[in-house]
């Protein structure tokens, strides 16, 4: 026994040293040494990494060091070159990813679709335009562009749906930094496509973007496959992984769709003595089942009495969206009607409103938030062009009837049939 210990202190403490070291290396690219330098000093001293280490690095810069969350997601395009080769996790082979229909496996079945638009249709056609030009070429590179933006659901399942569970396993700093990528992704995209249409770059200037758009949805494939992936298989559990997959229709699939529902197979697991070791999973089965049927019960308000069937079928036939945010910043409750104009997710359910957000918007959250419950405002409107909708977003600060902050409603409408109405309708249709 005390030799297992021994080997367990050694063990944390060897962890800890190469946690250093990664830190270290992390921040001498930071300082602005070559990546060739900091890699032939990465595979002396460190050797293979795990995707736990490089999960940990990430937050430990961002919290412990104090860099900026957009400077992380820089170098992280950098230390993922000096990574490259060497994850011990590089051909990790797991069952649950190799069936139709599992998140993962269709995350990378996506991906491989992902692959083929950028490396062989959209490279083909920057080809040709970068040395012909012309009008065809051009319409045909919006054409590509136009297919890639579906790209915007595939990450949109990931951090709608995936990073809410690995946010409860305390693992924050790999989401964060891959939420600015997939924006920056998103943003270089339609920023690119902007460019092609009204013709306001050069040539040239549009070959590199198309270049770093390439670039860049190739190397988030890699991040995805050999870090957050494993990562994710590490550490969800077969109920969790079910529910992801239960939920991804209700955001969409990029370029293609699985083959077929995945259904867990629920293997008996080999229980001690006096022990039910299948009592978790169970459990969650049980509690799936409950979530699928109306819940029972009545709720009393000043003006009336309704069942929780009736009120939730209420507030689903409302023609606009409403989330709540309680006075913690917690996503207590959102409606659920046929037509959300933003997906929302069972999974965001408990997470705080800040990690439902893009890193790079989190600022104005905050400081709306701060604003309702220091009392200075109740209310706050926005509103946007979202594809063929003109969308009118409102923030209420809730309150008690003694003024006490109890949280924030948002209310979502697309008003865009209501600025188009003139005159007057008197008669039902």
């Given at each position: 026994?005390?030799?297992?210990?021994?080997?367990?202190?050694?063990?944390?403490?060897?962890?800890?040293?190469?946690?250093?070291?990664?830190?270290?290396?992390?921040?001498e690219l930071h300082q602005g040494k070559s990546v060739e330098e900091v890699k032939a000093r990465f595979e002396e001293a460190v050797g293979d990494v795990t995707v736990t280490e490089i999960s940990a690095m990430e937050h430990a810069l961002m919290e412990e060091e104090g860099i900026p969350v957009e400077e992380v997601q820089r170098l992280c395009s950098v230390h993922t070159s000096i990574f490259k080769g060497s994850i011990e996790e590089l051909h990790r082979s797991s069952k649950p990813e190799e069936q139709p229909g599992h998140p993962v496996h269709t995350f990378k079945l996506e991906n491989r679709e992902?692959?083929?638009?950028?490396?062989?249709?959209?490279?083909?056609?920057?080809?040709k335009y970068r040395k012909d030009g012309g009008a065809e070429l051009t319409f045909k590179l919006l054409e590509d562009l136009n297919l890639l933006m579906d790209l915007d659901k595939h990450y949109s399942r990931k951090e709608n749906l995936l990073f809410p569970y690995l946010e409860?396993?305390?693992?924050?700093?790999?989401t964060t930094v891959m939420w600015g990528v997939d924006d920056g992704i998103r943003m270089m995209i339609k920023e690119t496509k902007g460019k092609l249409t009204d013709g306001s770059a050069d040539k040239e200037t549009v070959c590199l973007d198309l270049e770093r758009i390439i670039k860049e949805v190739n190397e988030m494939i890699f991040k995805e496959e050999n870090i957050l992936l494993p990562m994710a298989?590490?550490?969800?559990?077969?109920?969790?992984?079910?529910?992801?997959?239960?939920?991804s229709d209700e955001i969409g699939f990029c370029l293609t769709a699985p083959e077929q529902e995945w259904i867990p197979e629920r293997v008996p697991l080999q229980a001690t003595p006096g022990e039910d070791m299948n009592a978790d999973a169970a459990a969650g089965a049980?509690?799936?089942?409950?979530?699928?049927?109306?819940?029972?019960?009545?709720?009393?308000?000043?003006?009336?009495?309704?069942?929780?069937?009736?009120?939730?079928?209420?507030?689903?036939?409302?023609?606009?969206?409403?989330?709540?945010?309680?006075?913690?910043?917690?996503?207590?409750y959102f409606s659920h009607g046929k037509e959300r104009i933003f997906a929302r997710t069972k999974a965001v359910i408990g997470r705080t409103v800040q990690n439902c957000h893009p890193p790079q918007s989190v600022h104005i959250v905050n400081q709306l938030l701060a604003d309702f419950k220091a009392g200075l405002k109740d209310v706050e409107d926005f509103w946007i062009p979202f594809k063929d909708k003109f969308v009118y977003i409102r923030y209420f600060a809730v309150r008690s009837e003694d003024g006490r902050y109890l949280g924030t409603l948002e209310f979502t409408q697309n008003i865009a049939p209501i600025r188009e109405l003139e005159g007057q309708k008197r008669i039902m249709s």
């Open positions: 026994m005390s030799e297992l210990i021994n080997n367990r202190e050694f063990g944390a403490q060897s962890q800890g040293r190469r946690q250093e070291l990664l830190k270290e290396i992390i921040k992902i692959e083929r638009l950028v490396n062989f249709k959209l490279q083909l056609h920057l080809d409860k396993y305390g693992i924050y700093g790999p298989l590490e550490k969800l559990t077969e109920d969790e992984w079910f529910s992801i997959a239960k939920e049980e509690q799936g089942q409950q979530e699928d049927q109306p819940s029972q019960g009545f709720v009393k308000f000043e003006t009336g009495l309704l069942s929780v069937e009736q009120l939730e079928a209420v507030m689903n036939h409302l023609p606009v969206d409403l989330t709540f945010i309680d006075e913690n910043d917690i996503v207590r």
